[in-house]
Every structure is written in C-alpha cells, then in structure tokens.
C-alpha cells in the first residue's frame, strides 16, 4: 500500500482556547477504522497526555489544546487502524502538531499574534545543526527537506519553508509536519487545502502571475526593491534577497533585520528571507 500520508491530509476546524476538532482528509481505497490521538507532549514543558477518541464520523474533538509554536513546540501522536480493499487491516502511527497559523490581509498570524517570518536560505543544514536555528530564532528555507528533517525541525520548534519549485513532491505528506510554515511552488497544481503556498516572483513580474498562492514572494538582487504592487498587496509579501552563506544564524538574523530596515518605510513586509 502506498503511504497512507502521502495522500491522506489532516484538518483542524474550528481552533479556541477550550477545543479543537481534527478531522482526516478522504482516502481512496483505504477506509479507517480507529484514529486517536494521544498528547500532548514537548521537549520543553511537562505535559499531562491524555487520549482523545474520534467520533463514528470520523471527527476527533480535542480538548485544551496545546497548540505548537516554535516557543513551545507541543505535539501529539496519532494513531489509525486502516482496513485496505482486501480486508486486511494495518494500525499506522504518526506525530502531529496542532497549530493555528493563519493569514489574515497582508499578515501571517501564529496564535492569534502577528508575526514577521524571518528565515535563512541553506544549502547543506543537517538535523543536528538545528538547535543552532531555535538559538537565533530563525526559520530555514530547505530545499526539498527530508521527512526526518521535519520531524526533528518539529520536535525542536525550527519553522521550515520547503522549496519544492521544479520538483514533483507528494506535497500532501507536508501537512502532517507543523514545522512547515510555507511550501514554495512554481504553480498551483495538486495544491493541498490544509498547507500555506508560496509563488515567488521576480520584481519585473505582475501580481496576476502569482495571484494563485496563499504568500507571494519578491526573490531580489543586491540592489532590488520589490514590484510597486508589493506596497499595497492584499496578500502576505516576503522579499528574499540572498548574499551568500552565513558563518553563523545569527548573521543571518542581523541581516534579514538589515533587510527589513533597507525596505522601510515604503515595504512593510510578512517575511524577509536571506
């Protein structure tokens, strides 16, 4: 059988303080039987678990979630009996994160709280080099990043943007990984409804080429400003202007606060990539 989450997504409605439901996308050809979750849990903060049962609907009602964030990077774990078209049954177990990340105009919210998403561009960064990402609080833009990757980047509270332009990736296995804060895509095919998409453009470039994405990102040369259009888009912009490699995060922080200061006051922007 293929890999039940390289298809199957997962929902949260309806996101309070008090409750959440969690819902499974449709799966052709393979019906559930039993999905529970059982958490939360986190590297950083004592929990008290306790296991949460769907409904015959298929419907699981969380109660005082523990939504994560890259502060406290709270996760469950879910559990699913599945019954293939032979009869035959498989119980499959995951980690999830429950999140409230949201758009809202021009800006990205995480728990309800405006953020401006500041990431670095790397090459060659390995599971292990992730705590040096929580220490500078920054985000990674990675190409084409591994599903240990992500779980790891999860369980540490490291958001990832995954740069998947050019490639043809079971995106829907992403939205099992709350470390993912954004997918790069060149287009709008086979685009999941439980993910934020990102296009990025180049300045020459109109607004109505990339209209399709949830987030737009302006990728700039050393000296280039975003399109006009950026200043008064109704969508979250990200300017991405990358110098090269980073002896450290921390540079890399201090530049994408040098890059935020270059595009004042006329950019106030959701994001600024390095």
Known sequence: MTAFNEQLEIFTHRATESEVLVELGDLSGVQVRSFQLRGPRCERARTLPAT????????????????????????????????????????????????????????????????????????????????????????????????????????LGVPVVADLRGLSPDIVSYTWQPSVALVLLDNAASKP???????????????????????????????????????????????????????ELAQARRACDQLQADLAPQFDLAGYFV
């Open 52 to 155: 949460f049962q769907a409904d015959q609907n298929g419907t699981l009602l969380v109660t005082d979630p523990c939504y994560w964030t890259p502060q406290l990077p709270f996760l469950y774990d879910v559990e699913l009996t599945l019954q293939q078209a032979d009869e035959a049954t498989t119980t499959w177990k995951h980690t999830v994160g429950l999140r409230r990340w949201e758009i809202d105009g021009r800006n990205l919210f995480r728990e309800r709280r405006r953020i401006v998403l500041r990431a670095v561009v790397v090459d060659d960064f390995d599971a292990e080099d992730l705590p040096t990402a929580v220490e500078a609080e920054m985000a990674l833009v990675v190409r084409d990043p591994s599903g240990a990757f992500l779980q790891r980047a999860s369980e």
């Open 193 to 247: 409804h439980a993910i934020r998409t990102a296009s990025v453009t180049h300045p020459a470039c109109g607004f109505a080429e990339a209209a399709w994405a949830d987030v737009i990102a302006a990728e700039l040369n050393e000296t280039e400003l975003p399109p006009a259009w950026a200043a008064t888009c109704e969508k979250p912009m990200i300017a991405i202007r990358r110098q090269g490699a980073y002896a």
